[in-house]
Nanobody, 125 residues
Framework: QVQLVESGGGSVQAGGSLRLSCSAS????????MGWFRQASGKEREGVAGAWWRYGSTYYTDSVKGRFTISRDNAKNTLYLQMNSLKPEDTAMYYC??????????????????WGQGTQVTVSS
């Protein structure tokens, strides 16, 4: 049974940083296809960053390029999202997701079979 557990969310001021963690069980992060999504109040869930670690590929939505970094710790079987230069528009619930392989654009939620429960990120101006 696959379980994804996020942590690391919180409240920060604009310009600050947070690192989200996603601890996986029943799923191998080192070769997996994984992503970070977010959903702000009243908005659709959007893909923020993704990675297909088997091939060393990473993906980012335009609004976070240069500010967010997706990474992993194979020994801990954990996925991370380092978020720097945070903006109020980054405020959302952030979710970790995992799937077998991408069958469409990496940010499409249907690529992912497994989801965490989410961790809230709030950025104040």
């Amino acid at each position: 049974q696959v379980q994804l557990v996020e942590s690391g969310g919180g409240s920060v001021q604009a310009g600050g940083s947070l690192r989200l963690s996603c601890s996986a069980s029943g799923y191998t992060v080192s070769t997996g296809f994984m992503g970070w999504f977010r959903q702000a109040s009243g908005k659709e869930r959007e893909g923020v960053a993704g990675a297909w670690w088997r091939y060393g590929s990473t993906y980012y939505t335009d609004s976070v390029k240069g500010r967010f970094t997706i990474s992993r710790d194979n020994a801990k079987n954990t996925l991370y999202l380092q978020m720097n230069s945070l903006k109020p528009e980054d405020t959302a619930m952030y979710y970790c997701a995992a799937g077998p392989r991408p069958t469409m654009h990496w940010a499409h939620p249907l690529n992912y079979n497994y989801w965490g429960q989410g961790t809230q990120v709030t950025v104040s101006s």
